[in-house]
């Protein structure tokens, strides 16, 4: 399993143009797609627009990523290479319960960058304690962990709450579990907020 994480720098202004656009052009065109496993886009409280893609494999993220690259640059071409993109296969990972992706369906999105990761070991240790605490947590939807394709020392997590607050008591129980077990990798938030697109295999 894959994901991608594009950041465009300075754009949450405009996601409420884009949405419908994407909503009706790129959400049915990337559901149709062999792989594809979640979507969600969203403006981010640090007034950034976030987009995630999950794949089930490297192929089929690599056919995704060429489908998205031609719609974005027909459909939305100012948005059509990111700021910054995070391309990192997924280890450890749990989802509550499916989610549908219906028009009105919205999850507090919790997206953090991870630096200083070393072999397994402890970290791996770690990723288990809290992801067993952040599933036993109210208000949990999903949460995934993954390690960069381009740097082995690199990862990030994309954290799926009912709510602004369930996300960020999950998140300081972890930061909490990182520091006792942990204590030289180094997590920042990278992006939060409420999803404004959502669409789940």
């Not at 028009?103 to 067993?132: D, F, H, T, W």
């Not at 602004?164 to 990278?190: C, G």
Request: charged share 20%.
């Amino acid at each position: 399993m894959y994901i991608v994480i594009g950041r465009y720098a300075g754009a949450a202004g405009k996601i409420a143009e884009a949405a419908p656009k994407v909503q009706q052009g790129l959400v049915p065109l990337i559901k149709e797609q062999p792989g594809f496993l979640g979507y969600a886009a969203l403006a981010s409280e640090q007034g950034e627009i976030v987009a995630f893609f999950i794949w089930k494999t490297a192929e089929t993220m690599a056919l995704g990523r060429d489908k998205v690259r031609s719609w974005l640059a027909n459909n939305l071409p100012e948005e059509a290479e990111p700021t910054e993109r995070f391309i990192g296969e997924v280890g450890l990972h749990a989802i509550a319960e499916p989610q549908s992706g219906g028009p009105g369906q919205s999850l507090y999105c919790l997206i953090r960058r991870v630096e200083n990761l070393s072999a397994e070991g402890p970290q791996s240790e770690a990723r288990k304690a809290m992801l067993a605490a952040a599933q036993k947590a109210p208000g949990f939807r999903g949460l995934y962990y993954a390690r960069s394709t381009d740097d082995l020392t690199r990862g990030a997590s994309i954290l799926l709450c009912d709510t602004r607050e369930h996300a960020a008591a999950i998140h300081e129980e972890a930061m909490v579990i990182s520091k006792q077990m942990q204590p030289d990798v180094t997590i920042r938030v990278m992006a939060s907020g409420e999803s404004t697109i959502l669409a789940m295999a």
